[in-house]
């Protein structure tokens, strides 16, 4: 059985308000003198208060080209990797030496060696980590990383393996590009990295045994939605990673979502109104308000991803660690209780991951 022993985000330390941030992209994004109307409005329905980003938002101007870019990513995402990942390690009780499997997922920069390989002298992994590094996934690598881990420790028992996700948003944001879709990304995303550690384990009923700070993963299903490609991922150009978000991601969701969610339950005996904790990346309000009405769900049900999107923003593939954490903390569910993580990335593609606490 695989159990979330801990999960942790690292956050940037440039905090700011949602509306200290609104003229700054615009100076970015648009020509002088421009209309920014549509901005503040993106800006003020993003459902997003605060945001962390990896630069203090001045330093953006001076950044002159993709690989000034990349090599921001690579400095600020290591530091933040290795904070997610030691505090994570320490809250399992658990050392780096501990780690059989690293999964390191981003799509907001490269780098070779890659920056798990980077860290592991850092942290002191052991020589013979496994590591797997994973680029395009975008937004569902929280929910994939999860389900791929689970995958392993299901052939490796008492192993213990850690996904990592690290994704600066900021630093994809194009400059002098006022596309609609760059201006949703620049009103949206946030910064951070998120790392979780689970352990293959017994039923858990073993007499001494202490209870898991998370939840156990049941099962797990992923789905391609075919002829799909084009509404979501990055045009990568000279100028780096350009934003593709299409306008017709929520209509996708209501029209789709809802039998491939019901069929996942269905199989395991499970209809919606079984499940207590919902773990869904919050892609910004419309997204969720689509998952919602396809799910028919109550209006409180998606109040965690709300509640993330509200303080950090969309983090990419770290925000469902994000929420996941707050059901590890603060919020956890009483034992029994069902969950389900869900989350949709380029491809455009869903992972659903069952949980039960």
Not at 15 to 33: H, S
Not at 120 to 141: E, H, Q, S, T, Y
Not at 316 to 344: D, Y
């Amino acid at each position: 059985m695989t159990t979330v022993a801990a999960v942790h985000t690292a956050l940037p330390p440039h905090r700011y308000p949602q509306d200290r941030l609104t003229e700054p992209i615009g100076d970015l994004c648009l020509a002088p003198g421009a209309d920014r109307a549509v901005l503040r409005r993106l800006h003020a329905s993003a459902g997003v208060r605060t945001r962390h980003l990896a630069l203090p938002i001045e330093r953006y101007a001076a950044l002159r080209d993709f690989r000034e870019s990349n090599e921001a990513w690579l400095t600020a995402g290591l530091d933040l990797a290795e904070r997610a990942l030691t505090t994570a390690l320490a809250q399992a009780g658990l050392a780096p030496a501990d780690v059989d499997l690293l999964v390191c997922a981003s799509i907001t920069g490269v780098a070779a060696p890659s920056l798990d390989a980077r860290l592991a002298g850092r942290i002191g992994l052991r020589p013979d980590v496994k590591r797997l590094p994973v680029f395009g996934l975008g937004c569902v690598a929280g929910a994939a990383g999860l389900a791929r881990v689970h995958d392993y420790l299901r052939g490796h028992p008492g192993g213990t393996a850690v996904l990592l996700t690290v994704e600066l948003c900021s630093l994809t944001l194009q400059k002098g590009d006022d596309s609609r879709a760059n201006l949703v990304a620049g009103a949206l995303f946030g910064d951070g990295a998120a790392a979780l550690v689970a352990r293959a384990t017994g039923t858990g009923t073993e007499a001494g045994a202490e209870p898991a700070a998370g939840p156990a993963v049941v099962a797990t299903r992923s789905h391609l939605h075919p002829g799909t490609e084009h509404l979501l991922g990055w045009d990568v150009g000279a100028g780096g990673f350009r934003v593709v978000i299409d306008p017709d991601v929520p209509a996708l969701v209501r029209r789709e979502l809802g039998d491939q969610v019901r069929g996942f339950l269905a199989a395991h005996g499970l209809d919606t109104g079984d499940i207590g904790a919902w773990v869904c990346h919050p892609g910004g309000p419309k997204v969720l308000d689509a998952v919602t009405d396809a799910l028919a769900l109550p209006d409180d049900a998606l109040t965690p991803s709300r509640r993330s999107l509200a303080a950090v923003g969309n983090l990419s593939s770290a925000s469902v660690l994000h929420i996941l954490q707050g059901h590890t903390e603060a919020h956890r569910p009483a034992p029994g209780t069902w969950g389900l993580v869900l989350a949709m990335g380029p491809g455009f593609c869903t992972e659903l991951v069952l949980l039960r606490w």
